[in-house]
């Protein structure tokens, strides 16, 4: 690659960085403790503005990505390109169907702003969905598939591979937060469930399912 093509990669990567390392900062809950106390009338506002913020600024990232998309390295064609896509519309009907599980208006923020709420942790009661018997993140799950089944140009290989070291990193740093929330419920479902691929020999089942939750009910009262 010419020296340009290098620049322009590296300057990618930088942008992922100050977006990976701003975005675990904003949703660490050392951060959200310290807005509440020194600013606890902005908290109502913080998920909104966290969400906003996140979504600016991958602005950039996807202008960078669409001035400088590099060198073609590799299309699908034929039967992979169909098997391509394919998984890749599973993966969006399955994300599409996941959201009926989520409390969305707590997801957005809009319900911390409408109830006015100042509390630091998520509101959101532990809840398994479908997807959940499988795999503890099925968002990063389907978001894996549907980066990794596209035609890939050098500047979508390195934006594929800080989103998947990011969902690695990012759902540790999630994991931590949720054993906060839920402790003991939480940690003997992360033995049942694995991470971020299913896996064919490590599932929970309906009853096992339940009884985690009747566990946490039992937990919050």
């Known amino acids: 690659m010419t020296d340009s093509a290098w620049y322009d990669l590296s300057l990618l990567l930088c942008y992922w960085l100050v977006y990976f390392v701003l975005h675990s900062i904003l949703a660490s809950l050392r951060i959200k ?6 600013h606890p009338d902005l908290m109502p506002f913080y998920r909104l503005a966290f969400n906003g913020l ?9 202008w960078q990505m669409y001035l400088h998309p590099g060198q073609m390295l590799w299309q699908w064609q034929g039967g992979s390109a169909w098997l391509a896509n394919g998984l890749a519309l599973l993966a969006g009907l399955g994300f599409a169907r996941s959201l009926a599980y989520y409390d ?3 997801f957005l923020g809009l319900r911390q702003l409408q109830a006015h709420t100042r509390s630091v942790e998520d509101q959101e009661h532990f809840h398994l969905s479908p997807f959940h018997h499988f795999v503890r993140h099925p968002w990063y799950f389907f978001g894996l598939i549907l980066v990794w089944t596209r035609d890939m140009n050098t500047s979508l290989l390195l934006s594929s591979t800080m989103i998947t070291l990011y969902f690695v990193i ?6 931590k937060k949720l054993l906060v929330y839920h ?11 694995p991470g971020l691929l299913p896996l064919p020999w490590k599932f929970l089942s309906a009853k096992e399912a339940q009884e985690l939750l009747d566990k946490s009910a039992h937990s919050e009262k």
């Open 33 to 38: 403790r310290l807005v509440a106390t020194a």
């Open 170 to 175: 990012g759902s540790r740093l999630e994991e």
């Open 104 to 106: 969305t208006q707590e």
């Open 183 to 193: 402790g003991d419920t939480y940690r003997q479902y992360m033995e049942h469930v």
């Open 54 to 62: 996140s979504m600016l600024l991958l602005l950039p990232i996807l």
